[in-house]
Each structure stands twice: as C-alpha cells, then as structure tokens.
T-cell receptor
C-alpha cells in the first residue's frame, strides 16, 4: 500500500461530458502527478502540481486541467470527453518535485461511450 | 529524453532468476535509470534506481555497464506474485515532472 487513494474506482461517461477525478496523496507529499494509461500501454504523463501550482505538463490538450489543495488532495478535470479518453487515470504523489520516486494510487478506470 | 527499448514479454518459472535488459543508447550524462513494477489493476511501484555499476536492494539488482547504454534488472528467485509489467525509465534524477514510461516488459512467472 502506497497511502495514495483515488476515487472513484470506475466511471462511465458519454462523449462531450465533463469528469472530475480525485486523488488523496500521502501526508507530507507536496507534489502530485497525473498519468493516463491506455490499455496495454505504459502510463503517459499529463501534468504535475507542486505546492498548488502546475509544475510541468505533458502532451495533453488544455481540456485536461488540474487542481491541488493544501490538504494533500488533488483533482484531474477533463472537459468535452472524447472516446479516446477512455483509460486508467493514475495519480502519484512524491515528497518533493525534485524526486522521481513517485507513489502511485490504484487508478480510476474511465470509460467514455 | 533518452528512448528506451525493452522486450515486450518474458516467461519464467518459480525459483528462477529473471533478467530484463533495457537499451538506452542515447542516455545523457545526467540521466539515471529507474525501474518500476506494475501489477494488474494497480499503479506502478518504484523498484530500484541507479547511475552506474551495480545497485542492490531487498527486491532486485540493477546492473549498468560502463558505457551506460543498457541496463539489466535482475529479479532473484521469482515467485508467482512477481508476474507483472516492468518499466525501464531513463531521465534526470531531479525531474519528477518528466517521467516517461515506455511499453514495459510483461513478465509471466509459471509454476
């Protein structure tokens, strides 16, 4: 167990809808990263938040946005859902932004119909 | 970022040693090599990290030759529970915002 939790476990949405996924980091971890993992592929970096500010972003459009809160929780928001957004969404917390040892949650499985 | 190449899958048997080699020909001077393990329906888990020569912890060993263009993750005496996908990552050590996962190696341990 990594101490990182995510909710919900599974989610079904339809194309064009908006979704919010939630993550609770380990206590004391001021950095959270979000990843998208399509079936059979490795996780792809979406973005990272450090002390509530975005600290790097992968190759994802602006309709993917995030928030990080002082209580070690964070959100991933996706607007205008597309079929290709169907994936496992993982959050990972780390003690600081200057570390690549990240602790992953179990993920949220999003299905877009 | 250095691109990594690793086998798509490997089969092994309980009690055997599993060695997974990762190629990273374009590794930069500041790059470290990190391995993660992912079980089905779980997020990846950090296994080991190294820069050169050999690193060992309670889970695995990491062998890195002098030219650092490849690395080998060694899992001693695997059990059925070691069945997972193993990812090799190469990047700057203090670059947590740039973790790049490839396709990984799917290891199946048979009884």
């Amino acid at each position: 167990e990594t101490g990182v939790t995510q909710s919900p476990t599974h989610l079904i949405k339809t194309r064009g809808q908006q979704v919010t996924l939630r993550c609770s980091s380990q206590s004391g971890h001021n950095t959270v990263s979000w990843y998208q993992q399509a079936l059979g592929q490795g996780p792809q970096f979406i973005f990272q938040y450090y002390r509530e500010e975005e600290n790097g972003r992968g190759n994802f459009p602006p309709r993917f946005s995030g928030l990080q809160f002082p209580n070690y929780s964070s959100e991933l928001n996706v607007n205008a859902l597309e079929l290709d957004d169907s994936a496992l969404y993982l959050c990972a917390s780390s003690l600081d932004r200057d570390t690549d040892t990240q602790y992953f949650g179990p993920g949220t499985r999003l299905t877009v119909l | 970022l250095a691109k990594t190449t690793q086998p798509i899958s490997m089969d092994s048997y309980e009690g055997q040693e599993v060695n997974i080699t990762c190629s990273h020909n374009n590794i930069a001077t500041n790059d470290y090599i990190t391995w993660y393990q992912q079980f089905p329906s779980q997020g990846p888990r950090f296994i080991i990290q190294g820069y050169k020569t050999k690193v060992t912890n309670e889970v695995a060993s990491l062998f890195i030759p002098a030219d650092r263009k490849s690395s080998t993750l060694s899992l001693p005496r695997v059990s059925l529970s070691d069945t997972a996908v193993y990812y090799c990552l190469v990047g700057e050590r203090a670059a947590g915002n740039k973790l790049t996962f490839g396709g990984g190696t799917r290891v199946l341990v048979k009884p």
